[in-house]
């Protein structure tokens, strides 16, 4: 029989991988802590000592962004929560997405996406894709495509996939 402390510390740590997880986007420590003072669920001092614990067993990495400290699941980090997920209650999980649900789209404008194209000769289209946080350009992608159809999707996806495709290209280019 497992100790219930020791239940409720793996389920808690499980919790916080599956809130950046349903979040899709990098948060700052500020960001998650919010979580654990708004819902009451895990208190703020233990919320810390977890998510030190998980960065230390690279389930989750800090990253510096623009001067800012965030954290993203690791690979390790999906994986344990892929197996281990039915390990958090479903209350649990509930609460994560109502407030994922209620506080994403504030945690996402703090990310502003926007997508433009030029045509620039024949059968060219330049995009600029960038994300940027109060005017810093914290991402910037240059492309050109042949069709003005093309270069529609690109925008549309960018701007509907934003949130995933800049936290796959931070892990990507941040892994060693």
Not at 138 to 151: C, F, G, I
Request: proline share 1%; hydrophobic share 35%; net charge negative.
């Amino acid at each position: 029989m497992i100790d219930s402390s020791v239940e409720k510390l793996a389920e808690s740590k499980l919790a916080i991988l599956y809130l950046l997880d349903r979040m899709g986007i990098p948060m700052s420590k500020g960001q998650l802590s919010q979580f654990a003072l708004e819902t009451n669920y895990i208190n703020y001092f233990s919320f810390q000592s977890y998510l030190s614990d998980l960065v230390e067993d690279k389930s989750l990495k800090e990253v510096e962004d623009y001067g800012k400290l965030v954290y993203v699941n690791t690979g390790d980090g999906k994986k344990l929560l892929e197996l281990f997920i039915h390990r958090i209650p479903d209350d649990i999980k509930e609460k994560i997405d109502q407030y994922v649900e209620k506080t994403k789209s504030k945690v996402k404008r703090e990310y502003e996406a926007k997508a433009t194209y030029i045509h620039i000769g024949e059968d060219n289209y330049l995009i600029t894709c960038g994300i940027y946080e109060e005017e810093k350009k914290l991402l910037e992608v240059k492309m050109t495509v042949a069709t003005k159809e093309q270069a529609a999707v690109v925008i549309h996806n960018w701007k509907t996939k934003t949130d995933t495709l800049y936290f796959d290209i931070i892990t990507e280019l941040l892994e060693k």
